[in-house]
Structure formats: C-alpha cells, structure tokens
C-alpha cells in the first residue's frame, strides 16, 4: 500500500498528529449541523483518524471525550476553534480545559480562531458585500 500522499489524502500541516475542530456547543441539535457538515468535509480531504469534531460546553462529544478516544500513537494534537474572535473562553476555559488534558506523551496546542484568518474575514467582508449589493 503507498504511502498517504499517494492515496490522496493530504498530510496535516506542521507536526500535528490529529486536529480538533472545536465549536462552542449549544443544546439546539440544528445549531450543530454547519459544524458536522465541514467535519465531515475536512475528514474527507485528510482521514477520518486526522480529524475529529468537539464542542467546548452544551454539546456532545467534549473536548475531553475527543482526546480520550485518540489512539497512543497520536502525539501532536492541535485544537482549532471554529469561533469567530477570542473571548473568555478562548483566553481562560479552552486552555484550561487543554491543561487538564495535557500529558507527558501528548501535546495539546490551541490555534487561533479561524476568525483570525485573513481569508475568512475576507469571506466576511464579501458576505456583507453580496447583502449590500456590492460585489
């Protein structure tokens, strides 16, 4: 069997074994569908056992039911919050949370929010564009 390249699935970036993608949670089960829908998209393009899909509270699985279930040999763990800018949670309970789960044989990195990146605040920006009717 070749290698992963070769079978099409891209490798994660930098050293990460596995990513988290980490949504808020809320107890309304249609809030979580746009999550579960780019989860399954992501898993897709770099395999299921690269990616999983957590919510940080009101929502099932935890983001400590998600590091629970990674296998021994996942080392490198990056979480990647689907939030739009940094507030309490991001600067107090998310890496709280990571610091309780943090162990000898397994580093846990929190990234920016992906309201951090350039490209969707441009998408943001075109967003609000389209409504205005200016493109």
Known sequence: MGNRET????????EYDHI????????DPLWKLPFESLYHQVA???GEGNVSLA???????????VVGMLGAETRNVAVLPLFLAVGRHLRHDVPAQIATLQKDDLHIELLPPIGD???????????????????
Do not use: C, F, W
């Open 20 to 27: 988290i993608l980490l949504a808020h949670g809320s107890p």
């Open 7 to 14: 079978l099409g699935i891209k490798m994660l970036r930098k």
């Open 55 to 65: 919510y940080m509270e009101l929502t099932s699985p935890s983001l400590e039911d």
């Open 117 to 135: 990146d350039a490209l969707v605040k441009q998408a943001m920006q075109t967003v609000v564009a389209n409504h205005l009717g200016k493109v």
């Open 44 to 46: 897709q393009t770099y």
